[in-house]
């Protein structure tokens, strides 16, 4: 209700403010090339979201998936000792992870969600490994950030991917730091 409330605000108030200044011819031009401009680049973007996935399901197809996957396994296993018992869970942990690597976040998701109704299943003790996987979807390490490259060619840049090096440092020092918090309230909360 609070949201809905919001956003009625905020289109009936610059209409307001619009009409009492005078300027409701020009805000409507405005608001109608702004509308253009929006689903614009929402095609763009829906563009470069459906490339990403298909390059997922490349390497799925191929087999590549299946082997980033195995690598997954060993690190996941020691991170989730619960979740890695149920094979089910262990293969969306890794779908899951393999995804967020690849940047594909959308992708990420119905993975995610099956990991934690897997993890759900396990009850009270796997609470801390629930947590765990919210903090991996959270600050996921991304290897190539297809959907930030994707809204930055949408947005014109001319080298989508130049901004690789922030990115891997970035989404690095986010996952040392959710990782490294969630073990210190492991400690602290038991």
Do not use: H
Not at 75 to 83: D, I, Q, S, T, V
């Amino acid at each position: 209700m609070r949201m809905t409330v919001l956003l009625l605000a905020l289109y009936l108030l610059p209409a307001w403010a619009a009409l009492l200044s005078g300027q409701a011819a020009a805000a409507g031009a405005a608001m109608l090339a702004g509308a253009g401009e929006a689903v614009r680049f929402s095609l763009e973007l829906t563009g470069g979201i459906c490339l990403w996935s298909a390059v997922l399901e490349l390497l799925e197809r191929c087999g590549l998936a299946r082997r980033l996957a195995s690598l997954l396994r060993p690190p996941l296993a020691r991170l989730f000792p619960r979740g890695s018992r149920d094979a089910g869970t262990l293969q969306a942990l890794t779908e899951n992870v393999s995804a967020n690597l690849l940047g594909l976040g959308n992708a990420a998701t119905p993975a995610g969600i099956r990991a934690a109704k897997g993890l759900a299943r396990l009850g009270e003790p796997a609470r801390d490994e629930l947590c765990l996987l919210v903090v991996l979807n959270t600050a996921s390490l991304q290897l190539l950030p297809a959907a930030i490259a994707s809204l930055r060619a949408a947005a014109g840049a001319a080298a989508a991917f130049d901004i690789l090096p922030a990115v891997w440092f970035s989404t690095l020092c986010s996952l040392a730091a959710g990782l490294g918090s969630a073990a210190l309230l492991r400690r602290i909360w038991p």
